[in-house]
């Protein structure tokens, strides 16, 4: 009867052992914060095999020291959470540095060995390792001398072995979250700078009204538009859009706005600004990349408006009540090779609109995989009271709640 009795309870504790580290991995699987999930594994840990303290630390390599970052069964705070070891202060070291399991079933047996708390008789120290490197340890401690069996220490061995990589993936996580924060970071001071780069105010100019508005389909883009003042008076009109999306086009824009607001101040024709933009860019812009671009010079005196294009989509006029898009040659995108642009000049007269746009507007899609598509644009630009608002809400009212799957920016330049 007792030899029965004694097998039936070791089927019993084995069952125990094995639902602890069922337990154990379901909760890897499940909780996210690494405190939480070290606190709760140590203490079911502790509860199961039946022993009084239990801690989990963790090398500070910097530092070169050990941290508790998790604790159960110190009621009395001789050691809490945060708390660091130097250097063989406490038993933990030994196993730290020889990298194996060391069990002591008397601690008083080992007068050189500073224990971790001298209240508890029998300790256990078992390595987390990754890559056969040590990066912390399991401390077990428990009242009683020899109060761990060898079958105790093998069921926290394997504990210890689902704790290193869940510890081991949890600081990856962790790691990886920083790395996306500073990138979430960098992009939106990328956002603001970018922000800052377009026109706050529409330039107040003789016999003409100018607006423009951009909404990126991402934090930043490659659409842009500006107004740039001449020596002469006049004002040069650009709207553009740099192949791609994303940082990398930002970037691009950025660059290019830059060297077409230099060129822009020595050269008013606008055809000859873009032979010389693309020149440079042509030797700088990456493979795979190139912008498109509507350059238009506005004559406040005259009402002439000289423009070129590089490969952009035509211009939308309303003339005279009546709306079409602009007859001219677009010309190859900026950046390719060397190309000769034309330009082309029209008198508005009051009332005459010019509506320059990206890409984003045509394209623009709802949610049956419709597009915008150029016979809607002329159809809003047709109302009497037709402006960037006006074609901006007739797009997004098209859209619905789908996002924009491009940058949308419009441009319209109006003789009053």
């Known amino acids: ?118 209240k508890s008789s029998s300790h256990v120290d078992i390595p987390l390792i990754s890559k056969d490197k040590v990066f912390g340890i399991i401390n077990a401690q428990h009242t009683e001398r020899d109060g761990f069996s060898e079958h105790d220490i093998n069921v926290l061995k394997t504990l210890a072995e689902h704790v290193s990589i869940a510890i081991q993936n949890a600081l990856l996580f962790e790691e990886e979250k920083k ?31 100018i607006t423009g508005m951009c909404e990126p389909c991402l934090e930043v883009g490659g659409d842009w538009f500006d107004y740039i003042q001449l020596p002469s008076g ?21 660059s290019a706005r830059t060297i077409i607001r230099m060129i822009a101040l020595q050269e008013e024709s606008p055809a000859k600004l873009l032979n010389k933009v693309n020149e440079i860019l042509t030797l700088d ?58 330009e082309y000049s029209f008198t508005m007269k009051t009332g005459d609109k010019i509506f320059l746009y990206s890409d984003g507007v045509p394209e623009a899609m709802n949610n049956k995989k419709e597009m915008f598509e150029e016979q809607r644009l002329l159809q809003s630009l047709a109302k009497p009271y037709s402006n960037v608002n006006t074609l901006y809400d007739d797009v997004k009212s098209f859209t619905g709640n789908i996002p924009l799957s491009d940058d949308l920016t419009i441009v319209m330049i109006e003789n009053i």
């Open 285 to 342: 812009l990456p493979v795979n990349r190139f912008i498109t671009l509507i350059y238009g010079v506005i004559d406040p005196v005259s009402k002439v408006i000289t423009i070129a294009n590089a490969g952009h989509l035509p211009p939308a006029t309303f003339f005279d009540s009546k709306v079409s898009f602009l007859s001219m040659e677009s010309g190859l995108p900026l950046g390719i090779k060397r190309h000769d642009y034309k």
């Open 179 to 209: 790395e996306k924060e500073i990138i979430l970071r960098d992009i939106k001071e990328a956002s603001i700078i970018q922000k800052n780069l377009f026109p706050k105010n529409s330039p107040r100019l003789e016999n003409f009204h």
């Open 234 to 254: 006049k004002i040069g009109v650009v709207l553009a859009d740099v192949a791609g999306k994303g940082l990398a086009a930002s970037l691009l824009m950025a």
């Open 1 to 118: 009867m007792t030899e029965y009795l004694a097998i039936e309870k070791e089927n019993d504790f084995q069952m125990k052992d094995f639902m602890l580290v069922q337990r154990v991995i379901k909760k890897i699987n499940s909780i996210l914060d690494l405190k939480d999930l070290l606190e709760q594994i140590i203490e079911d840990a502790s509860q199961t095999l039946n022993f009084t303290k239990c801690g989990v630390l963790l090398y500070d390599e910097i530092a070169n020291q050990l941290e508790l970052v998790a604790a159960a069964g110190w009621e009395d705070k001789t050691h809490k959470v945060g708390d660091r070891f130097n250097p063989g202060q406490g038993i933990v070291w030994k196993a730290f540095f020889e990298n194996k399991i060391i069990y002591y079933p008397d601690i008083s047996e080992y007068p050189d060995v500073l224990p971790c708390d001298f």
